[in-house]
Structure formats: C-alpha cells, structure tokens
C-alpha cells in the first residue's frame, strides 16, 4: 500500500497568510494521480485539486498544486475565513486508495 | 446538481449487521465506479470498498474483507452497502462517494456505531 504522510499536523496562520501544505507518498505515484480534499467541521469532504495541479469546478484560484513522483503541495495563496479547515491529500494510482492523515490549518 | 443521499445507519450491538444505502441523483449512475469511504469520530479517511460501474469489479480494505458486501442497483440508482459482524471499530460516519479518476462527490454521511 502507498503511505502518504502530511506534514505539518497543524498549521496557524491568519487571514491573508500563504499556506504550504506538504504530502509525501511513500513510492511514487503514477500519472500524478493525487488529490486534495477539504473537509469543515460537520461536512463531507470536497475535492478540490485532481492530478496534482488540476482545480475541480469551483474551486478559487487561491487554491493550487504542485509536484510529482513522491512529493506534492498544496498552496493556498490568501487565507479566506472559509478556508480554516482540515486538508487530505490522497493518491488514486494504485489500490487501495490511501488518504494522508490530514493537515489542519486554524486560526492563529 | 449531483446528489448521494445516504440512510440505514444506526446503533447496532458488536456482532450485528447493518445494510447502508446511498441514493444517487442528477447524474448517469450507470456510468461510474462508486466507492464507501469512513471516518472514525474525530480521525481521517479510510477508504472501504470500491465498485465498478457495471457491478463486475469489487475491492474491499482488509479491515473490512468478509463481513462487508459492497453491491450496486443501476436501475434504481442505488448503491448499498451490507456490514455483518460488526466491531466496535467500524464505528465512523460512512460516505458514499463518486469516482471519476478522484472522489469528486460525496454524500453527506451516515454514522454506524457499534455498542454494547
């Protein structure tokens, strides 16, 4: 099974902050099959990038992603209050599909 | 708009069963690959099983393989979910989930817990 591990765990930043948030697969992912979900408090998750760096319908450009291989980044470029939440990245290039463990960015 | 309405969990004592269900709407269910992922209560994603459109192929994680059934109703748009001998573990919010390449819709979830 691919390990994706997220660093950090917690990240506290304010509005209008850049936020970096690191997944690391534990063998290369094919294709760039890596996705990034947000999840708020009470919700489902929400996609929000597919193949590393492609942003699903809706998603604002602050969101983007970037890498290949074995390491990839989320980056979100101005923190809005709606964007304090838990993030997943998660790998679809070979079964099982795997989930990091989630970074939480909140309020500083 | 794309809808995946989950029902059937519940309180279930360990070593029952549960059959969840996941309503599917504004979309060609016949056409994609649908998937159960779970979220223990305060904890990540794990995903649980996977099945093709068509029905033909299945995957199941190993923490659930022989006690859960994943099966799919194309003419009534429905996915299902069967859990028998159930442990405390499998306690979560189960999600019905969409797949097009990544899990792209979610349904609001459904909360199984397994208690004496």
């Known amino acids: 099974d691919i390990v994706l591990t997220q660093s950090p765990g917690t990240l506290s930043l304010s509005p209008g902050e850049r936020a970096t948030l690191s997944c690391r697969a534990s063998?290369?992912?094919?294709?760039?099959?890596l996705a990034w979900y947000q999840q708020k408090p009470g919700q489902a998750p929400r996609l929000l990038i597919s193949?590393?760096?492609s942003r699903a319908t809706g998603i604002p450009d602050r969101f983007s992603g970037s890498g290949s291989g074995t390491d990839f980044t989320l980056t979100i470029s101005r923190l809005e209050p709606e964007d304090f939440a838990v993030y997943y990245c998660?790998?679809?290039?070979?079964?099982?599909?795997?989930f990091g463990q989630g970074t939480k960015v909140d309020l500083k | 708009e794309v809808q995946l309405v989950e029902s059937g969990g519940g309180l279930v004592q360990p070593g029952g069963s549960l059959r969840l269900s996941c309503a599917a709407s504004?979309?060609?269910?016949?056409?994609?690959?649908m998937n159960w992922v779970r979220q223990a209560p305060g904890k990540g994603l794990e995903w649980v099983s996977y099945?093709?459109?068509?029905?033909?192929?299945?995957y199941y994680a190993d923490s659930v393989k022989g006690r859960f059934t994943i099966s799919r109703d194309n003419a009534k748009n429905s996915l299902y979910l069967q859990m028998n001998s159930l442990r405390a573990e499998d306690t979560a919010v189960y999600y019905c989930?969409?797949?097009?390449?990544?899990?792209?819709?979610w349904g609001q979830g459904t909360l199984v817990t397994v208690s004496s």
């Open positions: 063998q290369t992912i094919s294709s760039n099959y």
């Open positions: 504004a979309f060609t269910f016949s056409s994609y690959s």
């Open positions: 998660q790998q679809y290039s070979s079964s099982p599909r795997t």
């Open positions: 099945i093709s459109s068509g029905g033909g192929t299945i």
């Open positions: 193949g590393a760096s």
């Open positions: 989930v969409r797949q097009y390449g990544s899990f792209d819709f």
